[in-house]
């Protein structure tokens, strides 16, 4: 699977991972990430994970995107933070991989209309949702 996914980012793909929570959340060890970048270690030993700024082309590519904070967990553990994989490790290359980091975007998709947060949050990830697949497909 390792090898597989390698090759799927080398040659051109890519990958949306959503929803980690910062180490210590409650109390609780751990979070998600320490095993995540392991085992992507595993797919792409060089690769480092950047944290991304709003000036990437991702925000931008269809609908622009004001803010990175508009995404906190439903927690309210932290501000939320966007890491990126890029090719060669350089943020000025393709993007190969997005991480939602603190945050849980398709959990605004998922509850968009429930009345769990409100319309304005859930349309914002929608655009975000929007930008990643049109980023995806376009790069």
Known sequence: ??????????KGGFLIVDDFKMPGWR?????????????MKRVLPEAR??????????FHCFFEIPTLDSFPQAYNSGAP???GVYEDND????LMMIVNYNTDVSQYWEWSGRGFRPFDETN???KLGVN?????LTH
């Open 124 to 126: 914002e990830a929608y």
């Open 81 to 83: 933070v966007f890491r």
């Open 132 to 136: 990643y697949i049109v980023y995806g």
């Open 27 to 39: 109390g609780v060890p751990g979070g998600g990430w320490e095993p995540f970048e392991e085992n």
């Open 1 to 10: 699977e390792a090898a597989a996914l390698r090759a799927y980012l080398l």
């Open 49 to 58: 994970f950047v944290d991304m700024q709003l000036t990437d082309p991702i």
């Open 91 to 94: 943020p000025h290359r393709r």
